[in-house]
């Protein structure tokens, strides 16, 4: 009978950790909000806890423009085309970031927009800022109108500031509109 009893608890442990291991995240949970997709170099679609997607627009920060109808992609217009080619390449920069942080996000919710998405700071598991990468590296650019509901402004700013002085990515582009100017300028 005792050898019956420590057969059943072996077992019992040994199912028991296969389980957790498994399927561990149902249990304990995971660390973060699940991306469901990146929309554009400062926009993501996430998954909150309940299932349901919400977009999160990045604070601090402004991108460069996507196209998004056939008019925009089919353009020929090269304020159109710069502003797209680096929208493009802040899209493809959030979504490798997304990608090597497993797909998920911690958000710091600061405010929420017109359009009804949520306005945050957004980070990856590891810690890595990606408004500040985007920054570091020309692809997008402090949106000085919101500065005061960043709560990581001098951060942003500076890395804004080395990417200026480095002349990386758009500021390397002396066709390179604003977003908000290119925004109020063609986007009517």
């Known amino acids: 009978m005792e050898k019956l009893t420590k057969s059943v608890r072996f077992w019992l442990c040994a199912?028991?950790?296969?389980?957790g291991l498994i399927g561990c995240d149902r249990f304990v949970g995971t660390s973060g909000e699940a991306v469901e997709r990146v929309s554009d170099g400062d926009t993501l679609v996430v998954k909150d806890t309940n299932g349901k997607n919400f977009s999160v627009r990045f604070a601090c920060v402004d991108a460069p423009e996507i196209a998004h109808t056939n008019k925009e992609k089919q353009s020929k217009r090269t304020s159109d085309r710069n502003q797209f080619t680096w929208g493009v390449k802040a899209q493809q920069r959030v979504q490798q970031l997304v990608q090597q942080g497993g797909d998920r996000v911690t958000l710091n919710i600061t405010d929420s927009d017109r359009y009804?998405?949520?306005i945050a700071e957004v980070r990856l598991?590891?810690?890595t800022f990606i408004q500040q990468v985007l920054l570091e590296?020309?692809?997008?650019k402090v949106y000085r109108?919101?500065?005061?509901?960043?709560?990581?402004?001098?951060?942003?700013?500076?890395?804004?500031a080395k990417a200026k002085e480095q002349r990386l990515g758009v500021w390397s582009d002396a066709k390179f509109i604003n977003p908000w100017e290119y925004r109020s300028l063609y986007k009517k």
């Open 15 to 19: 199912t028991i950790i296969i389980l």
């Open 116 to 118: 009804a998405r949520k």
């Open 125 to 127: 598991k590891n810690g």
């Open 137 to 140: 590296e020309g692809l997008a």
């Open 145 to 160: 109108p919101y500065l005061n509901k960043c709560p990581s402004k001098d951060l942003v700013q500076q890395a804004e």
